[in-house]
């Protein structure tokens, strides 16, 4: 267990909801010290306690909440946590990362992590309040959106406990169904909403009392309250509280990114109506995540009169994608799919190929680009799975098997998981980023595409492969695995320093940059080989590829008319990836590159599905444990 380490509670608390039990676990050291928190956590419970080949709505399966050392704390930015299981889109790893009070409840009530099997008999929300656990019954909640299940809650629990919820979408096992929280906050695209309604679970309220153990008490207090100043000073504040990330849909527009009728256009005629400045019109006020001076979401009034809480990638999904060019109209529909609780990103996909599929006549149903009205019905027949609402509910992927032709060309995701909201026609290191991000298409991992638009944006120049590890490595390892929100830095340029300097004050260890690159690093190699042990002999490269519209169908509109991806050069730029990453030319870790991780074991287990790459370290100082 832990012991003598500051910065973590050191216990899990493992829910067993077919028995309604919940016992506490005091996880080893090594686990904090290697693994960090968050995702690295999330990883390591999955890859340990899942059998190889779990169906993913089966009771089995583990839904994990995890949080990481600096989580819940005070600083700027740190009310998040990570929801993750075996992916029901995907069928591989998933996981979201959702800002919620519960993220720092759960911390004061003395977990980093709750990791929830079984499937209760009937639809149950946990109770959590420090060491104690109560299973009830959720009869009254079922059938409600995500906001009334949490209102009802919120009667019972008090205006400040920590709720997450699922609604009629994850009861319903829609495959992108996601997990809810506090209006307005959704995490866990890769269908982790689903897992939980598997489960019978509609909820989970914690209340926490304690004081999170910290090395430096008085050190933190100091340094969250600079932490806070260094935000506020920041150039960019201003403008960000008044857009958020609402001002990218000008950049996509004037860049060529902005994904128009399911990505085969990538400008919009009407982007100036659903951009920064118009949400700017309607903006009503800001919303977030707890323990946060941001507060990026744009509260708006939606076309009913209703409060909507938007960001780029939901404006752009559910406007340019599907040819609908009203903001307060998109509004809506972004807040049917927070109270049904589906990701608005595969929403917004599947949706925009359902079009195209209509327009093309390989389904009966008739479907309009733009078309209001017909698009708050098939929501509604998403959320509820109902005529072709069902097929879509099942992803994108699935959808196409299903409609035939040549539609896996224009299915728009990656290994299953629905493209985010940037076209890359016309940028190579993007569409890598979507290629190898650890969950499927994921901007989370790698946002490439503003900083590929300066280094020349369509050209396959190998810096791009070496800035995409980088990035994957800051992003995809280390934020998700400190249990902090990663716009401070990433948006704002707050300097990584300040989290050394919080991690060292939490834990009392001096991490160097160079240590959690390399906790990032196993974080992520685990992640791959996760996905290779569940795919097994389907395992292959092309799953790293994104569709073929980016390469056969150069775009007709926009200062990138005629551009298109290019086959050979991107699969140069991908074993370039690989080759650096230490794996193999199927894009599996090499039994050397695991070893030298400390993830010995794992690569043994993973080498009994798919035969490793022998390749020996030839220098045993490279092997790095750095916490045995
Ligand atoms: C995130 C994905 C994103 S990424 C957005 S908008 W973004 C969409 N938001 C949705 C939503 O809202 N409602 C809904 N029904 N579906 C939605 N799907 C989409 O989900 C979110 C912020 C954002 S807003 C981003 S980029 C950053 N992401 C972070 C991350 O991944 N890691 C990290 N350490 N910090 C991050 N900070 C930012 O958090 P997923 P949230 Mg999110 C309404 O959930 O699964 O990770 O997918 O959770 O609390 O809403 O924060 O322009
Ligand atoms: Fe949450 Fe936005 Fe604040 Fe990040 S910046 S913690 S996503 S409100």
Known sequence: MVKGLFGWTGSFLNIDLGKSKAVEEKYNESLALNFLGGRGFAIKILWERLKQGTDPLSPENKL??????????????????????????????????????????????????????????????????????????????????????????????????????????????????????????????????????????????????????????????????????????????????????????????????????????????????????????????????????????????????????????????????????????????????????????????????????SEKKLIPDRLEWGDFEGFKVLIDNIAFRRGLGAVLAEGVRAASQTFGSDSSDWAMHVKGLEITAYDCHGAPGMALAYGTSSIGAHHKDAWLITWEQKVGRTNYDLVKVDHLIETQLLRGGLFEALGVCRFPNGTLGLDLEWYLKYLHAATGIEFSMEQLQQISNRILTLIRAFWVREYKDKWSRILDVPPMRWFKEPLTQGPLTGTALDLQKYNEMLDAYYKKRGWDSRGIPKLSTMEKLGLAEEAHTLDSYVALEQEPIVNMTEQNTPFP
């Open 64 to 357: 994990v909440f995890a949080t990481g050392p600096l989580t819940g704390i005070g600083l700027p930015n740190s009310g998040k946590l990570v929801v993750a299981s075996k992916s029901p889109l995907t069928g591989g790893y998933g996981d979201g990362n959702l800002g919620t009070f519960a993220a720092v409840h759960m911390r004061r009530a003395g977990y980093d992590a709750f990791v929830a099997e079984g499937k209760s008999e009937k639809p149950v929300v946990v109770h959590i309040k420090d060491s104690t656990v109560e299973f009830l019954d959720a009869k009254d909640l079922w059938g409600l959106t995500s906001f009334q299940a949490e209102e009802e809650l919120r009667k019972r629990y008090g205006r400040t406990a920590g709720i997450v919820s699922i609604g009629q979408a994850g009861e319903n096992l829609v495959k992108f169904a996601t997990v809810v929280s506090q209006e307005g906050r959704a995490g866990g695209r890769p269908g982790i909403g689903a897992v939980m309604g598997s489960k019978n679970l509609k909820a989970i309220v914690v209340e926490g009392t304690k004081q999170i153990p910290l090395a430096d008490l008085e050190g933190m207090r100091k340094m969250a309250t600079e932490g806070y100043r260094e935000v506020l000073a920041k150039p960019l504040y201003p403008f960000w509280k008044r857009q958020g990330t609402m001002s990218t849909v000008e950049w996509s527009q004037e860049n060529s990114a902005l994904p128009t009728r399911n990505y085969q256009q990538a400008v919009f005629d009407k982007a100036d109506e659903i951009g920064g400045f118009a949400m700017e019109k309607i903006k009503v006020s800001n919303r977030g995540c707890p323990q946060c001076n941001m507060t990026c979401g744009n509260v708006v009034k939606d076309s009913e009169g209703k409060d909507s809480e938007l960001d780029y990638e939901n404006v752009v999904m559910l406007g340019s994608n599907i040819g609908l060019g009203d903001l307060a109209q998109v509004s809506t529909l972004n807040r049917m799919a927070d109270e049904y609780g589906l990701d608005c990103i595969s929403l917004g996909n599947v949706m925009g190929f359902a079009m195209e599929a």
